[in-house]
């Protein structure tokens, strides 16, 4: 009964590889997030897509490329792996965002540990 | 600059003590507020949120918060801590939405708690 599911838990490679992580959600939500965690816990937004269509994109590198086949998953492919790519990326899911006087809370998967060696 | 503040880094408490996190937010419009919790090697868990009303706000664990409008502050508090409450916490915002506005989630740079015995 897994709401948010990150596969995988652990990912270790080297500098220069392509590498994907897969993110599902079985809330029935129509929104869902990308989020890098550094090595000093900062949390800071990448990518939303709402209903498969992408909403907001931060000021990150164009190595990364999420994709949203359907509404319940968005995975996150990231190319010519950089040492400083390592960090912790959580995938979230909401109710898409309303004009309505209130946000929609985000519910976070485990996360994925991503190493670059 | 728009911003979320955690002023503590660490805190340490005697398991039995009572704990207050603080978070400072700097928006022009109030945003809607959240806690989140992160238990080591863990996702990100909901504490609790602030979108309008009663300004003492209550949520999971035992734990409570407080909008202070005149302090631009919505602290974490619990009467009484368990060991099992050592962990990472966040205060995050959503800046108040526009039309067609986005549910992003900005997050402080959190405060480790340890809990001794």
């Known amino acids: 009964d897994t709401a948010v599911s990150q596969t995988p838990k652990y990912l270790v490679t080297q500098m220069g590889n392509d590498k994907s992580i897969k993110c599902e959600q079985n809330l029935g939500h129509d929104t869902m997030y990308w989020y890098k965690q550094d090595s000093k816990k900062f949390l800071k937004i990448m990518f939303s897509?709402?209903?498969?269509?992408?909403?907001i994109n931060e000021t990150v590198p164009n190595r990364f490329s999420p994709k949203s086949p359907d509404k319940a998953h968005l995975n996150l492919h990231i190319n010519s792996l950089e040492l400083g790519d390592s960090a912790v990326y959580f995938c979230?899911?909401?109710?898409?965002?309303?004009?309505?006087?209130?946000?929609?809370?985000?519910?976070f998967g485990p996360g994925t540990r991503l190493l670059v060696l | 600059a728009q911003s979320v503040t955690q002023p503590d880094i660490h805190i340490t408490v005697s398991e039995g003590a009572s704990l207050e996190l603080r978070c400072n937010y700097s928006?022009?419009?109030?945003?809607?507020l959240f806690w989140y919790v992160q238990s080591p090697g863990q996702g990100l868990q909901l504490l609790l949120k602030?979108?309008?009303?009663?300004?003492l706000v209550q949520g999971i664990k035992g734990f409570e918060a407080e909008f202070k409008r005149s302090q631009s502050s919505f602290n974490l508090r619990k009467p009484s801590v368990h060991w099992s409450d050592a962990a990472e916490y966040f205060c995050a915002v959503v800046p108040r939405l526009i039309a067609g506005g986005y549910n992003k989630l900005i997050f402080g740079a959190g405060t480790r708690l340890a809990v001794h015995p």
């Open positions: 897509y709402n209903n498969k269509e992408l909403i």
């Open positions: 928006y022009g419009a109030t945003p809607y």
């Open positions: 979230a899911s909401s109710h898409p965002p309303s004009d309505r006087d209130y946000s929609e809370t985000q519910y």
């Open positions: 602030y979108f309008s009303g009663d300004t």
